[in-house]
C-alpha cells in the first residue's frame, strides 16, 4: 500500500505538485500529508509519535493550536490554500458546444439523410455535355426543364438545412440541460457549512473554505468535509460505508484510531479534528479524481493508469479496509456514465433502417425500371446502334434517372424523425422542471414511460421525513393528541421541559420557515426534533432551557448508539446533587424504570406487570399505527459520594418514567393518491426502508402500497437474505424469482439488498417481458442501485452529492408523486412519437408510391422534387412540432407500460397507415389518370419540354397536401379513439401550425409559380380539393370502426431488438460498441439492451451442454441460472482476501455470456471488470480442456477473460 502514494501524486495537477516543494515554512509537506491519510488505526498512530513527537507537535508544525485553531487572517488562509490545495473538488469539464454537435451527429438515420442529401447536390451540379442529335433518338421522358434543372440543388440543401436543424436543437438542449444542472450542484454546494474553531471563536463557514490547519467541530449527523485527524473526541464512532462499504461503525478515538475521513458520517458522538487534507487531497477528492471528476490532466493519466495491468488497479486503491475492491469498485460505478442506447433509441434506430432498406429498394427499382424501359425503347422498338458520339447524351439519361432514384430514396426517408424525438423529449425535459423533475439523462425521460416497477425509499420521499409528536402518556393518561399544557400537574411539565431540552443534541433545533406559509425547518436529528416540536406545542421554548445550562455544563453525556438504543445526560444541580435524563426506545428504557410520574406528578412504583400493562394497551396500539415509540426518564443521584459513572449498567438503572411519547413521520398526503395512479398503470410500487418492519407494514398500508386482501410478502433484509442465496452464500436468480413478484415491502434492508433486489428484477425472466425498474434515493449508500436501475431518481434536497451523481432524474421537492409525473411524460414521449411515425409514414408511402408509378408510366414524377420537398421537410418538420408538443392526459396512466418488445408500430397504427394510404392514393391516381375529364382541363400528362405548370398537376399537388394536413388531425389518436378533436385546444401550437400550414398553402399555389410549378386555382377547384382533403377526417371513421383484430395479414414494426433479427456485420459492429460502452461503463449493463432472447438462447446452451461440461465436475445446484459460471472449481479466485462478491460479479457472467455471441472468441476482452478490480482470475486450462469446444459458454468465458 505504501507504493499506493506514488501513483496517487501523479494525479494533481502541476502546479499544486509544484508548490508542495516550498512547503519549508510549513513543517511538512503536502505529499507528507497525503501519505500520511492514508494510513489506518495504530500505523496512524505510530507514524504520528515517530514523525511529530505527538499531536501537539503535529499541530505546531501546521502552525495552529489545538484550542485556540488558526488565527484566522486572510493572508495565512490564502497561503495555505497555495500550499495545500482548496476545499474544492473541480468538477467534470463540461463538454464544449462542438462536442455536443458531434456526438449528436453520431445518429445512424441522419448519417443516411447526409448521404442522399450529398449525393443529390452533386448530381444537381452534374452539367451533361454537348447538344443531343438526331441520330441518338428521341427517347421518352425528356430531360427536366430549366426551372427543375436550376432548382435541383434546393432538394439536397433543403436535406442538409433539416439535419442542421435536428443537429443544433440537440446540441442545444444537451448543452442547456448540463448548464441547469451546473446550477443545481453550485446551489446546494455554498448551503453547505461546518463548524470551525479560529481565533479561540467558534464560527460557521461554507465547506469551500477550510483549509488545512483548521481545527474543525465534529458532532453526529455531520458529513465529514474533508481529511482529518481527531484531536480529543467522546464516544465518536463513524460510518465509513460509503468509502469502505463496511457497514459497520467505526470507533475513533485519539489514541487508537484517529483517522477521519472526508464521505464519511458521524454515527455518534462528538469531537474535535485537525484537518489535514481537503479537495482533490481528501480520500474522497482521491476517489472522485480516479472517476475523473478532475481537470483534463488527470483525465489523459488516468487513461494511461488504467492501460496499465489490473495490478495499478488494485494499487491505486485509496483505501485500506478489508475489503478494498468494494468501497472503490462501489464509487467507480458512481462516477461512470450511462452510455447505453435507450428503449426508444433501440426502436427507432432498427426502424430508421428498416425503412431506409425499403427505401432502397424502391429507389433501385425505380431506376432498373427506367432504365430498362429506355434500353428497350430506344434499342429494341427505335433499332438504334449505341454510338461512341451517343454516350453523353445516354449518360445524362442515366444520370436523369438516378436523380430520380435519389428522390424517391429520400421521400422514403423520415428526416422528420430524429426532429420529432428531439423536440418531443427537449418540450418534455423542459414542462418536466416544473414539475419537479430535473431530467440528467434525455432517454431516462422515455425510459420512465415504461417502468413496471419503482422501489421507493421511505423517509422523506412517502412520509415527510418532518418526524411529529401525535400521541403521548403522561401522568397515567394516554392522550390521542398533543395535551393542553394546563391538562399536567406543573412538576412533569418542568421536568418532561428539561429532559428534552437538555438530553438531546444542541444541533437539533427548530428554526422559523423560509417562506411564510411553509413548516418550520428542522434542524439536526429528525427525531430530536420532533420532541423538541413538543415542547414548543407545550407552550415552553426549550432555547431558554439551554441557555440557562449552556452544553459546557453538562456533566456527562452518554450518547446514542445502536446497543444503549438511549441517550442521557447527566447535570450538576444547584445542591451538588446530579439528575440524569434519558431517553430511548420504548421497550428498552421501561426495563430500566422502577417509578413512573402519576397524575399528580408524584413518583410510584412501576412493577413488572405494570410493565406488560403499558406494553399492550399503550405501546402496541402506537406502533400498529405506525409511531415510533420513546420513553423519556429521569433519575435523581446524592452529591457525595459521587456515583461511578462509567459504570454504566448501574447508572442507568432505577428510573422513573416522566413519558412515553408516539411519533409519526406522516405520510405526505398526495402519495396514496399517487402510488394508487402507478398501480391502475402497471407498475407495482415496492418500499425498501431500513425501518422496523412493522412501522414499514403500517406505512405502507396507509400509502397504499400493501391492501388488505392481496397476496403479497413483507421481508426484512435478513430474511430476504436468506431466502436468495443457496448453500454456499451465493445469490441464485431463481430464488429471487421466487420472492419478487410477491414482495412489496423489504424492511430493514442495507444498501446491498437494495442493489441486489434491483438487480435481482432487472435480470428476471419471470413473465412475460423484462422489467424496467425504476429506484429512488438519497444516501451515498444507494448509489449503486440508483446505477444499476433504468431510471434513477436521486432526491434533490435530501440527497447526497454521490446519490444525485448516479442518478438519470433528480427530484428537486423530493416527492413520490413527482415520480407519477415522470411516468405521465414518459409514456407522452412515447405516445407522441409513435402519433408523428404513424402521420409521416402515411406521407411517405404516398409519395414513394406515387413518385415510383408516377416516373415509371409518365417519366416523369407527379410531383415536382420542389413540391416534394414542401411535403417532406417542411410537413415533417410542423408536423413534428404540432405531434411532439401534445400535453400529457391523465388517460396515459390508464393503461399498462408498453414493455422493451412492443412494437412502436402497432397493429391498429399499421391499421391506419395503411387505410389511409389507400385512400390518398386513389384520390391521387384517379386524378392523374382522370383529372382533365372530371375538371374538364388540359392533360398535364406527357406535357411537351419546358411547357408551363398545368392546372392538372397543381390540382394534383394541392389536393395531397390538403390531404396530409387533414390526415394530421387523424394522427392525433393511435390507440383507435373515434373522436380525433378531443383535448385539441389543449395545444395551441397544433391548431396554430395547422392553420399556418394552410394560409402557406394558400399562398404557395397562387403565387408560387414557375419555382413551385404551380398555377393559381379558381375557387371551385380549391372546394373540391378541400372536399377530398375532408374525406380524410370521415375514412378515418370508417377506418376506426374496423376492427383490426379481424385484420389477420397486419404486421408490427420497429420491435426491440432481437436475436434473430441481428446480422452477422451488426452483430460485429455490436462487439465494438460493447467495448467502448465498456470503457465507459465498465459493467454489464449493455447485455440487457441486446434483449432477451440472448439470455434465454444462453440458458439453453448451457442445458444443452450440461453433460458434457461437467464431466468430472461437481453439478451446479441451480439449474438455470447463469449466475452459476463463477461457482465451478476451474475458476480459482487467488484472492489474499476473503472473498467479498463485488457489486458486479454476476456482471462478468453475464458479460462473457454476451461475449460468446457477439466476439470471435480470439480477442479476449481487456477491459474486464475481473481485471479491473484487481482479482486474479486464473483458468485451470487442463481441466476445462475437455469440456471447452469453441461456443461453449466456458469456452467463451475463458477467452472474454
Not at 161 to 184: P, Y
Not at 421 to 439: F, H, P, Q
Not at 638 to 667: F, H, K, Q, R, Y
Request: with cysteine.
Amino acid at each position: 500500500m505504501g507504493d499506493m502514494t506514488n501513483s496517487a501524486v501523479d494525479f494533481y495537477p502541476k502546479n499544486q505538485r509544484g508548490e508542495s516543494n516550498h512547503a519549508g515554512e510549513f513543517g511538512c509537506s503536502l505529499d507528507e500529508l497525503r501519505s500520511l491519510m492514508e494510513l489506518r488505526g495504530s500505523e496512524a498512530v505510530q507514524k504520528i509519535q515517530d514523525t511529530y513527537g505527538d499531536m501537539n507537535g503535529f499541530c505546531r508544525r501546521l502552525k495552529t493550536s489545538p484550542t485556540e485553531g488558526l488565527a484566522g487572517n486572510p493572508a495565512d488562509l490564502e497561503n495555505r490554500r497555495l500550499i495545500f490545495g482548496r476545499n474544492f473538488i473541480p468538477p467534470k469539464k463540461p463538454k464544449t458546444f462542438l462536442q455536443l454537435i458531434w456526438e449528436a451527429l453520431q445518429d445512424v438515420t441522419l448519417i443516411i439523410l447526409e448521404l442522399a442529401a450529398i449525393i443529390s447536390l452533386g448530381l444537381s451540379f452534374y452539367q451533361p455535355p454537348g447538344e443531343r442529335s438526331e441520330i441518338c433518338g428521341s427517347a421518352a421522358g425528356g430531360v427536366e426543364d430549366e426551372g427543375e434543372s436550376e432548382a435541383g440543388w434546393i432538394e439536397g440543401a433543403a436535406i442538409l438545412l433539416s439535419v442542421i436543424c435536428v443537429v443544433f436543437v440537440t446540441a442545444f438542449n444537451d448543452w442547456s440541460k448540463e448548464k441547469q444542472f451546473r446550477g443545481l450542484q453550485s446551489r446546494i454546494e455554498q448551503e453547505q457549512k461546518f463548524a470551525v474553531v479560529r481565533g479561540g471563536q467558534v464560527i460557521q463557514i461554507p465547506v469551500s473554505e477550510l483549509v488545512t490547519g483548521d481545527i474543525a467541530q465534529v458532532k453526529y449527523g455531520d458529513l465529514l468535509p474533508a481529511d482529518g485527524i481527531l484531536i480529543q473526541g467522546n464516544d465518536l464512532k463513524i460510518d465509513e460505508s460509503s468509502l469502505t462499504g463496511e457497514s459497520d461503525h467505526v470507533r475513533k478515538s485519539a489514541d487508537k484510531d484517529p483517522m477521519l475521513l472526508s464521505g464519511t458520517h458521524v454515527m455518534e458522538g462528538s469531537g474535535k479534528m485537525l484537518v489535514a487534507a481537503v479537495g482533490v487531497n481528501s480520500q474522497t477528492g482521491i476517489i472522485f479524481t480516479l472517476l475523473g471528476a478532475g481537470s483534463e490532466e488527470e483525465e489523459k493519466k488516468d487513461k494511461k493508469a488504467k492501460k496499465q495491468d489490473g495490478a495499478a488497479a488494485m494499487e491505486m486503491q485509496p483505501l485500506k479496509s478489508a475489503e478494498g475492491g468494494d468501497g472503490e469498485e462501489k464509487e467507480k460505478k458512481k462516477g461512470s456514465t450511462k452510455k447505453e442506447k435507450s428503449v426508444l433509441q433501440g426502436k427507432l434506430t432498427k426502424l430508421a433502417v428498416q425503412i431506409g432498406k425499403a427505401g432502397l429498394v424502391m429507389s433501385a427499382i425505380t431506376v432498373i425500371i427506367l432504365v430498362l424501359y429506355f434500353a428497350i425503347d430506344t434499342f429494341v422498338i427505335q433499332k438504334l446502334q449505341w454510338l461512341p458520339e451517343c454516350t453523353p447524351v445516354y449518360i445524362q439519361f442515366f444520370v436523369k434517372f438516378f436523380i430520380i432514384g435519389v428522390t424517391v430514396l429520400v421521400v422514403a426517408v423520415p428526416e422528420g424523425l430524429p426532429l420529432a424525438v428531439t423536440i418531443s423529449l427537449a418540450y418534455s425535459v423542459k414542462k418536466m422542471m416544473k414539475d419537479n423533475n430535473l431530467v440528467r439523462h434525455l432517454d431516462a425521460c422515455e425510459t420512465m414511460g415504461n417502468a413496471t416497477a419503482i422501489c421507493s425509499d421511505k423517509t422523506g420521499t412517502l412520509t415527510t421525513n418532518r418526524m411529529t409528536v401525535v400521541q403521548t402518556y403522561v401522568g397515567d393518561v394516554h392522550y390521542k393528541e398533543v395535551p393542553d399544557p394546563d391538562a399536567l400537574p406543573s412538576k412533569t411539565l418542568d421536568v418532561l421541559v428539561n429532559a428534552i431540552s437538555l438530553n438531546s443534541a444542541y444541533t437539533s433545533k427548530i428554526l422559523p420557515p423560509e417562506k411564510e406559509v411553509g413548516l418550520p425547518r428542522q434542524v439536526g436529528n429528525k427525531t430530536e426534533c420532533g420532541l423538541l416540536g413538543l415542547v414548543l406545542d407545550l407552550k415552553r421554548d426549550y432555547q431558554t432551557v439551554r441557555e440557562q445550562t449552556p452544553e459546557e455544563k453538562l456533566y456527562k453525556v452518554y450518547t446514542f448508539n445502536s446497543e444503549r438504543k438511549s441517550m442521557s445526560t447527566v447535570i450538576k444541580m444547584q445542591d451538588g446533587s446530579f439528575r440524569m435524563y434519558s431517553k430511548g426506545a420504548s421497550e428498552i428504557v421501561l426495563k430500566k424504570c422502577s417509578n413512573v410520574l402519576n397524575a399528580a406528578g408524584e413518583a410510584r412504583v412501576f412493577r413488572p406487570r405494570d410493565r406488560d400493562e403499558m406494553a399492550k394497551k399503550v405501546i402496541e396500539p402506537m406502533a400498529c399505527n405506525g409511531l415510533r415509540t420513546i420513553c423519556i426518564a429521569f433519575r435523581d443521584f446524592p452529591g457525595s459520594p459521587e456515583p461511578e459513572w462509567d459504570n454504566e449498567n448501574v447508572i442507568l438503572m432505577d428510573l422513573t418514567c416522566i413519558a412515553v411519547v408516539g411519533i409519526e413521520d406522516p405520510v405526505r398526503p398526495e402519495v396514496p393518491d399517487a402510488i394508487r395512479k402507478c398501480q391502475r398503470a402497471g407498475i407495482t410500487v415496492r418500499m425498501v426502508t431500513g425501518d422496523n418492519i412493522n412501522t414499514a407494514r403500517a406505512i405502507a398500508i396507509k400509502c397504499g402500497i400493501i391492501n388488505p386482501g392481496e397476496d403479497f410478502i413483507c421481508l426484512e433484509g435478513k430474511d430476504f437474505n436468506r431466502r436468495i442465496r443457496n448453500e454456499k452464500g451465493e445469490i441464485e436468480q431463481e430464488r429471487i424469482d421466487k420472492i419478487w413478484p410477491k414482495l412489496r415491502v423489504l424492511a430493514r434492508s442495507s444498501p446491498t439488498d437494495k442493489h441486489t433486489l434491483v438487480k435481482g428484477i432487472i435480470d428476471s425472466l419471470h413473465g412475460e417481458r423484462r422489467q424496467v425498474v425504476a429506484v429512488t434515493g438519497d444516501g451515498t449508500n444507494d448509489g449503486p442501485a440508483l446505477k444499476k436501475a433504468d431510471v434513477g431518481f436521486a432526491m434533490g434536497i435530501a440527497g447526497t452529492d454521490v446519490a444525485k451523481e448516479a442518478s438519470d432524474i433528480i427530484l428537486t421537492d423530493d416527492n413520490f408523486s413527482s415520480i407519477v409525473k415522470a411516468v405521465m411524460w414518459g409514456r407522452n414521449v412515447y405516445d407522441s412519437i409513435s402519433k408523428f411515425l404513424q402521420f409521416q409514414l402515411t406521407v411517405n408511402v404516398v409519395a414513394v408510391i406515387v413518385a415510383f408509378t408516377g416516373a415509371c408510366i409518365t417519366q416523369d414524377s407527379p410531383l415536382k422534387a420542389v413540391q416534394m420537398l414542401w411535403v417532406n421537410l417542411i410537413m415533417d418538420t410542423f408536423a413534428s412540432l404540432a405531434l411532439a408538443t401534445e400535453p400529457p392526459s391523465e388517460a396515459l396512466l390508464m393503461r399498462k407500460p408498453y414493455g422493451r418488445n412492443k412494437p412502436l408500430i402497432s397493429r391498429t397504427m399499421m391499421k391506419n397507415i395503411l387505410g389511409h394510404g389507400i385512400y390518398q392514393l386513389t384520390v391521387i391516381f384517379t386524378l392523374l389518370f382522370a383529372g382533365e375529364t372530371i375538371f374538364n382541363i388540359d392533360s398535364g400528362r406527357n406535357a411537351p419540354l419546358h411547357a408551363p405548370p398545368s392546372e392538372h398537376y397543381t390540382i394534383i399537388f394541392n389536393t395531397f397536401v390538403l390531404m396530409q394536413l387533414f390526415n394530421e388531425i387523424n394522427a392525433r389518436k393511435i390507440h383507435g379513439e373515434k373522436n380525433v378533436f378531443d383535448g385539441i385546444f389543449r395545444n395551441p401550437i397544433f391548431c396554430s401550425i395547422v392553420f399556418g400550414t394552410f394560409a402557406i398553402q394558400i399562398l404557395i399555389i397562387q403565387f408560387g409559380g414557375k419555382p413551385f410549378s404551380c398555377i393559381p386555382l379558381q375557387i371551385d377547384q380549391w372546394l373540391w380539393c378541400i372536399v377530398l382533403g375532408v374525406g380524410e377526417l370521415l375514412w378515418g371513421q370508417v377506418i376506426s370502426s374496423i376492427p383490426t383484430n379481424r385484420l389477420k395479414f397486419l404486421k408490427e414494426a420497429g420491435h426491440g431488438t432481437q436475436k434473430d433479427d441481428i446480422p452477422e456485420e451488426e452483430l460485429n459492429e455490436d462487439t465494438e460498441e460493447i467495448d467502448h460502452a465498456e470503457r465507459e461503463l465498465r459493467r454489464g449493463q449493455i447485455l440487457w439492451f441486446r434483449g432477451l432472447n440472448r439470455i434465454q438462447t444462453q440458458i439453453r446452451v448451457v442445458k444443452a451442454f450440461r453433460s458434457s461440461l461437467y464431466e468430472g465436475l461437481e453439478k451446479p445446484e441451480s439449474k438455470s441460472s447463469i449466475h452459476n459460471f463463477m461457482t465451478h472449481p476451474e475458476f480459482r479466485i487467488d484472492d489474499s482476501q476473503p472473498h467479498i462478491p463485488l457489486i458486479d460479479d454476476t456482471d462478468i457472467e453475464e458479460d462473457a455470456a454476451l461475449k460468446q455471441n457477439s466476439s470471435p472468441p480470439s480477442s479476449p476482452n481487456k477491459n474486464n471488470n475481473a481485471i479491473d478490480s484487481g482479482i486474479n482470475l486464473t483458468t485451470d486450462t487442463s481441466k476445462s480442456a475437455t469440456s471447452s469446444s469453441p461456443g461453449s459458454p466456458l469456452h467463451s468465458l475463458e477467452t472474454s477473460l
